[in-house]
C-alpha cells in the first residue's frame, strides 16, 4: 500500500532511470497526448467498474485512474504542489 505521494516519488524515480521497458516511461516521453488518453481509457474504465461491478474492482480501476493521473502531471509539468493548492 502507498500514498498519493509516494506514488508520485515512485513515477519520479521511474522516469528518472528511463527504463526502456517501461510502458509508463514511453507513455510519457511520448507526451500528454499519449498519456491523456490513458486517462480517459482509465476514467471509462473506473466508470463502468464503478457502475457495473464490485466495490474491490472499482478500487482497482480508481488506482489505475490515479497512477496515470500522476503520470499526466509529470508530462505536463504539474507538481504536486500545485494540485494541492487548487484541493
Not at 505521494?5 to 521497458?21: C, F, I, K, M
Not at 497526448?33 to 486517462?39: A, D, I, N, P
Not at 467498474?49 to 489505475?64: G, K, L, T, V
Request: hydrophobic share 45%.
Amino acid at each position: 500500500m502507498k500514498t498519493f505521494d509516494e506514488l508520485h516519488a515512485q513515477l519520479l524515480e521511474r522516469v528518472a532511470s528511463g527504463d526502456p521497458e517501461s510502458g509508463t516511461v514511453a507513455a510519457i516521453r511520448a507526451g500528454v497526448h499519449s498519456v491523456g488518453k490513458k486517462v480517459v481509457e482509465e476514467a471509462a474504465e473506473a466508470w463502468m467498474a464503478a457502475e457495473h461491478e464490485s466495490p474491490a474492482r472499482a478500487a482497482q480501476e480508481i488506482s489505475q485512474l490515479l497512477y496515470w493521473t500522476q503520470a499526466l502531471m509529470i508530462a505536463s509539468g504539474v507538481t504536486l504542489d500545485d494540485v494541492y493548492r487548487e484541493l
